[in-house]
């Protein structure tokens, strides 16, 4: 199993762009995550889903979205990006048993100038 | 989610035990306490996690107290590689499907 892969691993954008970070997992988890994490900070919950079709905001949802057409891909899309944006995007998953365990993608680096 | 307070930093000598703390006060009866670390800008490691009673891994210890508003992770031999953020959140149960980190513990091990 390759678990959570996350692409690209590094971005450079221009303000006023957009772009979207592709997450794929192949443990067939149904709850899938986007997190956040700007330098010497821990990590913010952007969006979250519970199933193919179903998403939610989590604690800093502005300026992104996210679909969930299939079970295993949850894309996060960035429309008209900020430097704010400039951050690691962290993709995780994991079952649906309350005592599952998260499963973390690499992270995908994103530089917005 | 629970919140969790951990304090901000922690240092440990190499080879002694690292005993990292974890308030939870507000913690319901069906959530986990889960573990977790980040070495770097690396994705976050699972590391542990329980409900009620004490477990061990290859990794670390667990302890929860008795009336589960508090925790501690136990790194018995801790080693240079250990030096890390270290995560304590709690999520599980019912509809509580949000999973949330706080700042976290940097333990720094010294030679």
């Known amino acids: 199993n390759a678990g959570v892969t996350q692409t690209p691993k590094f971005r450079i954008l221009k303000i006023g762009q957009s772009m979207t970070l592709q997450c794929t997992q192949d443990?067939?988890?149904?709850?899938m995550y986007w997190y956040r994490q700007d330098p010497g900070m821990g990590l913010k919950l952007i969006y979250y889903s519970v199933g193919a079709g179903i998403t939610d905001k989590g604690e800093v949802p502005n300026g992104y979205n996210v679909s969930r057409s299939t079970t295993e891909d949850f894309p996060l899309r960035l429309e008209l990006a900020a430097p704010s944006q400039t951050s690691v995007y962290f993709c995780?998953?994991?079952?649906?048993?309350?005592?599952?365990?998260?499963?973390f993608g690499e992270g995908s680096r994103l530089t917005v100038l | 989610d629970a919140k969790t307070t951990q304090p901000p930093s922690m240092d440990c000598a190499e080879g002694r035990a690292a005993n990292l703390p974890c308030n939870h006060s507000?913690?319901?009866?069906?959530?986990?306490v889960y573990w977790y670390r980040q070495i770097h800008s690396q994705g976050p490691q699972y590391i542990i996690h329980g409900l009620k009673n004490n477990e061990t891994n290859e990794m670390a210890s667990l302890i929860i107290t008795e009336d589960r508003k508090s925790s501690t992770l136990i790194l018995p031999h801790a080693t240079l590689r250990d030096t890390a953020v270290y995560y304590c959140i709690v999520s599980g149960g019912g509809s509580n499907y949000k999973l949330t980190f706080g700042k976290g513990t940097l333990l720094t091990v010294n030679p």
């Open positions: 995780a998953s994991r079952t649906g048993a309350p005592s599952g365990e998260l499963f």
């Open positions: 507000t913690i319901s009866g069906n959530e986990y």
């Open positions: 443990m067939n988890h149904n709850y």
